[in-house]
């Protein structure tokens, strides 16, 4: 199927693996030029590397930024250009006692989390709403709904990110722009493998089972396993993609079921 992508410039933030880069590859395959971002000179030029040679005669770039150095990321937005297609992406999360969450913590929270969504949302509208089509899409989490008691920083900035999108929705009102949200689940990511591997280490226990035993702990969940980044990709694809139209201001669910509400 065509999504009526081809000529279309994304910006991912936070794609040099993961969701982010799942999503760029999706956008390549549909013939989008894509900007992917990470923290890392080195790491972002591998991952452009990968996704070159994933995709032959795809246009893929990439900009290295701290989006918590405030130099940084306005160098970033100085060399952004025209963007068509925003994945607010970039995102940290760890597991602590609310006690000894300090205050720069929930700092570097809502700056990564939170203002870099704002900064480059504020960035892009203007010139999206100018040209009559555009796309801004929001990776939240279904924790910005049931916030976990170990990660309340994590979940309150994730919730906080719910409520941007759907007030920068109304500001597109009678346009062809929509500001989107997706709430992931518990997604295999780099990230938690990672965390998987180490636990296992430490536990002693084969990362294999003890990422079973993770999954299965979640009572709520429907799907019963990670969900596989590829998988938020296929969603954000389509709110990127002009047969989305009519969906705006939404938080769209790719959770695994793990939300147990009706809407």
Known sequence: MDLGLHGRRAFISGSTRGIGYAIAEALLREGAS??????GAQRVQSAVAALADGAPGADVTGIAADVADPEQFDRLLRRLGHVDILVNNVGVFEVADFEDITDADWERYVQINLMSGV??????LAR????????????????????????IHYGTTKAAMLGLANGLAKLTRGTEVTVNSILGGPTYSDGVARAVE?????QSVD???????????NRTSLLERF???SEIASLALYLASPLSSATNGAALRADGGTLTGVL
């Open 227 to 229: 969900i596989d980044p």
């Open 128 to 151: 999206m709403r100018a040209n009559g089509w555009g796309r801004i899409i929001f990776i939240s989490s279904e924790s910005g709904v049931n916030i976990p008691a170990d990660m």
């Open 34 to 39: 894509v900007v992917i971002h990470g923290r």
């Open 119 to 124: 900064r480059l949302s504020r960035h892009v």
């Open 207 to 217: 990362p294999a089972d003890l990422k079973h035993a993770i999954a299965a702990s």
């Open 198 to 202: 180490r636990i296992a280490g430490e």
